[in-house]
T-cell receptor
Framework: AQSVTQLGSHVSVSEGALVLLRCNYS??????LFWYVQYPNQGLQLLLK??????LVKGINGFEAEFKKSETSFHLTKPSAHMSDAAEYFC????????????FGGGTRLMVKP | DAGVTQSPTHLIKTRGQQVTLRCSPK?????VSWYQQALGQGPQFIFQ???????QRGNFPDRFSGHQFPNYSSELNVNALLLGDSALYLC???????????FGSGTRLTVV
């Protein structure tokens, strides 16, 4: 079964600094991978997705992620953090063998310091 | 174009009671999935409905049941509520065969 591990439940960066949120997956088949953002008391908003096309995926709000099969990773990055980026971020893998349910990681809370 | 609509937004129930949550999918979507998100955790898959049938189920007890209507909207029912059922319940809709999932804002259920 597929699984997702997000290293670091909390990440704190200064405004303008690089954002790096880590995600490693386990999958027996080529995965479809997703990053979602969740603001307080809201649902999930899709940032970007990897569906076996280009390994570097660009998303909304300046975020991007690189799929690295050799490292089974799909880390999320943003060159310069904004205060508005403070939120909870979830990495997810689609379980292709068992239908299209999503398996989520535990989430990383991003804090941005002024 | 309306996205996924969930109702109610907040709900408080007593242990042992039953609750029904509702979801209207995004226009054009025919598949509805439900997720439970406990505080401080990632969402956990409950089940998925397609063509008015439960197509897939996660590791949740039979107290959790659902339904999908001909217009693709869906309900999640939870019987014999436990304190541990307190969570944000998210509905996600998609078009069968596609990779796009649209999530609603969720229903916050508190069991006291």
């Amino acid at each position: 079964a597929q699984s997702v591990t997000q290293l670091g439940s909390h990440v704190s960066v200064s405004e303008g600094a690089l954002v790096l949120l880590r995600c490693n997956y386990s999958s027996s088949v080529p995965p479809y991978l997703f990053w979602y953002v969740q603001y307080p008391n809201q649902g999930l908003q899709l940032l970007l997705k990897y569906t076996s096309a280009a390994t570097l995926v660009k998303g909304i709000n300046g975020f991007e992620a690189e799929f690295k099969k050799s490292e089974t990773s799909f880390h999320l990055t943003k060159p310069s953090a904004h205060m508005s980026d403070a939120a909870e971020y979830f990495c997810a893998v689609r379980n292709n063998n068992a239908g299209n349910m999503l398996t989520f990681g535990g989430g990383t809370r991003l804090m941005v310091k002024p | 174009d309306a996205g996924v609509t969930q109702s109610p937004t907040h709900l408080i129930k007593t242990r042992g009671q039953q609750v029904t949550l509702r979801c209207s999918p995004k226009s054009g979507h025919d598949t509805v999935s439900w997720y439970q998100q406990a505080l401080g955790q990632g969402p956990q898959f409950i089940f998925q409905y397609y063509e008015e049938e439960e197509r897939q189920r996660g590791n949740f007890p039979d107290r959790f049941s659902g339904h999908q209507f001909p217009n693709y909207s869906s309900e999640l029912n939870v019987n014999a509520l436990l304190l541990g059922d307190s969570a944000l319940y998210l509905c996600a809709s998609s078009l069968s065969g596609s990779y796009g999932y649209t999530f609603g804002s969720g229903t916050r259920l508190t069991v006291v």
